[in-house]
Structure formats: structure tokens, C-alpha cells
């Protein structure tokens, strides 16, 4: 059975309201940046949404935040989003700050089927409030829980027909660790789906065992930043 998708939106079609997704990339680099405008067609709603970053007004996450597409966020830095900024404040969206750390730790954990780990990264902070703590050698822990998570989706560069990947510079952040923790794993492709055993065993950064769909997204020449500085007008 092929892994591939049509298109985006059929990619997404299944997703319903109230899932989980994880979003993978760093800042704007390296994000599925096609999935998540199929996703704001659809109109899927109550999403809680993992992500480094809220994106940025008009843009990736931003989109979905403009449409109310989103009941929660999971986030580590989220200064560049106005429309967020917005419902933050007027209370219309739940926010929960996780420092990057330990954002990673969480989903790594959740892929390694890890239930939880101790961590010294925000003792004695606003973080800290309602978590149980715990003394090794002398130093404050607090207990933080992983994310396993319903669905993840990410970008990749390259990839074959098993759905082995291979990312580019910066899809390296986030992007593989997010699929190990995710039940199910959508991929948007930047080139042309290869042979299975195409890629070099040594080459693979992320096994085909993790992902379920894959679509390929069409050429983009101009790139990330023209398009952001259009949305942010």
C-alpha cells in the first residue's frame, strides 16, 4: 500500500476536531508549511497544536490562529504572533509555555515510550507551580511528563517510496524527533518521491517505519521570506 498522497488537503481530510498535532520546524524554517494551509481550508477546529514556535501573523500556525482553528498551544516562544498575543490576553486560547529544553525532552520521551523524567530547568519558577519535585544529590527536580501525541506533521527534503526521509538543515530541528513520539505522521516532501533504497542507508535521518503519509508539495522557488513579509503587510 503507498504511502503517497494527492494532495494536502487529502492528506489532512481524516484529521478531526479537537486532535493533537505537532508541528514540526524551528521558527519558520523547515515547517509543514503546506499541510497546516490545507488544514486551515478544512477548518478542523478545537486543535491543540505542538509547536516550537505560534508562527506569525498571516503565516503557518498564524493562519489557523486568525480562524480560531485552535483551542491550545504547546509552545516554547510565542513573540511574533499579534493574533496570538490578541486571544492570549483576552483569555480566548489556552498557552502553555514549556522551556525549549525541556519541550524537547518531552517529545523525545514520548517517542522512547518514556511516561516522565525529572528535570532541574524551571525550579523555583512559574513552571514549577503544581509539579512534584523531587532532591538527587542535593538539586530540586521537577516532574515533567512526555508528549506522545496523535499526530505529527513535518517536512522533508527528500524521501523514497518506503518513507525513509532525509531533511534539510534546519527540518532537522524538531521535525524527526516530533514523528518518533506521533501515532500517526503526515510528511510533506520537497522533491520527487524515490525508489525504495534510493536514499543511502547512511543518508536516512528518519526511518520510513515512522511515517504513514507523504505528499509531495509543489516547487517553490521564491521561498519562505517573500511570503512572510507578504502575510505580515
Do not use: C
Request: aromatic share 8%.
Amino acid at each position: 500500500m503507498t504511502k503517497v498522497i494527492e494532495s494536502a488537503d487529502a492528506a489532512v481530510a481524516l484529521i478531526p476536531d479537537g486532535a493533537t498535532i505537532m508541528m514540526g520546524g524551528f521558527g519558520l524554517a523547515g515547517i509543514p508549511e503546506n499541510l497546516v494551509a490545507a488544514l486551515h481550508r478544512r477548518g478542523t477546529r478545537n486543535l491543540t497544536i505542538v509547536s516550537n514556535n505560534a508562527g506569525v501573523d498571516g503565516f503557518g500556525i498564524g493562519l489557523l490562529l486568525k480562524n480560531h482553528q485552535v483551542r491550545k498551544m504547546i509552545s516554547t516562544y510565542v513573540g511574533e504572533n499579534k493574533e496570538f498575543e490578541r486571544q492570549f490576553l483576552q483569555k480566548e486560547i489556552d498557552v502553555e509555555l514549556v522551556p525549549q529544553g525541556t519541550f524537547s525532552e518531552r517529545i523525545r520521551a514520548g517517542g522512547a515510550g518514556i511516561a516522565a523524567f525529572y528535570t532541574p530547568t524551571g525550579v523555583g519558577t512559574l513552571i514549577a507551580e503544581g509539579k512534584e519535585t523531587r532532591e538527587f544529590n542535593g538539586r530540586t527536580y521537577l516532574l515533567e511528563h512526555a508528549l506522545p501525541l496523535d499526530y505529527a506533521f513535518i517536512r522533508a527534503h527528500r524521501a523514497d517510496a518506503f518513507g525513509n526521509l532525509r531533511f534539510r538543515r534546519s527540518q532537522r530541528n524538531f521535525n524527526p524527533v516530533m514523528a518518533m513520539a506521533a501515532r500517526v505522521v503526515i510528511a510533506e516532501v520537497e522533491n520527487a518521491i524515490e525508489p525504495a533504497g534510493a536514499i543511502d542507508p547512511d543518508d536516512v535521518h528518519l526511518s520510513g517505519i515512522f511515517v504513514h503519509r507523504m505528499v509531495v508539495i509543489p516547487p517553490d522557488p521564491e521561498g519562505i521570506w517573500p511570503k512572510m513579509r507578504e502575510a505580515r503587510r
